[in-house]
């Protein structure tokens, strides 16, 4: 059911679209075994996330990247064509290659040094593969959530700068309404396996099927 998502390390993921034909990159890190990207999506702006260097590992000519509006100053420092970059609020939706994106609030309530509100950085809301894919990025549990209705939701395991306990991403994961989750975002600098291994028990209680991918890092 998700085997076209696979988890490189931290908010990285690469997708693949059936139809249309498409590799999707979400905020590239950690790259190794390099493919090129028809489509990246970036969160915001911290390292882990809108790294020049991982993104023009999967840069290709064709690439088309959607980026926060406050990512500006800093994607335009690797990308000199204007012309490969969608810029994106929250609250907006575009279409880029055919996928439908929707940009979506990610911020942090009691954490809020590492991602404030007034950032205006992003999750996202793609639809790919005849699926809903709600692709977190860093954030809380916030009351945003509850408007998403995807099928498939990713979020991260925190606890460091994300989520503040594998309870309260139990709760964001259920407000979005998603019959399948996945974690992300731990292992690294956050949150372990045994976090993981805690959320799916804790969810599939609650009849939501849990996929812990593991990382190719």
């Not at 997708?15 to 498409?22: A, D, G, N, Q, V």
């Not at 994106?101 to 999750?123: M, Q, W």
Request: aromatic share 8%; charged share 25%.
């Amino acid at each position: 059911m998700t085997n076209f998502i696979k988890w490189i390390t931290q908010a990285c993921l690469r997708i693949k679209s059936e139809e249309p034909s498409l590799i999707i990159y979400t905020d590239p890190f950690g790259i190794e075994n390099e493919e090129e990207a028809d489509l990246i999506l970036i969160t915001h702006d911290h390292y882990d996330h809108l790294s020049g260097e991982n993104i023009k590992k999967v840069l290709g000519t064709n690439t088309q990247i959607v980026v926060p509006l406050v990512c500006k100053e800093k994607i335009m420092e690797v990308i000199e064509d204007e012309n490969k970059i969608t810029f994106i609020e929250v609250g907006q939706s575009c279409e880029v290659k055919g996928i439908p994106i929707r940009a979506v609030p990610a911020y942090n309530v009691v954490k809020t040094k590492y991602h404030p509100k007034k950032k205006k950085y992003v999750g996202y809301v793609i639809t790919v593969n005849g699926k809903k894919v709600y692709i977190a990025g860093d954030t809380e549990e916030i009351p945003e959530m509850e408007d998403i209705n995807s099928d498939i939701s990713i979020l991260p395991l925190g606890q460091t700068y994300t989520m503040n306990s594998v309870n309260e991403a139990v709760s964001a994961t259920i407000k979005t309404g998603c019959s399948i989750a996945i974690p992300y975002h731990f292992g690294t600098y956050e949150g372990n396996m045994e976090d993981a291994k805690k959320y799916k028990k804790l969810l599939e209680k609650k009849g939501i099927t849990v996929n812990i991918l593991q990382s190719e890092k």
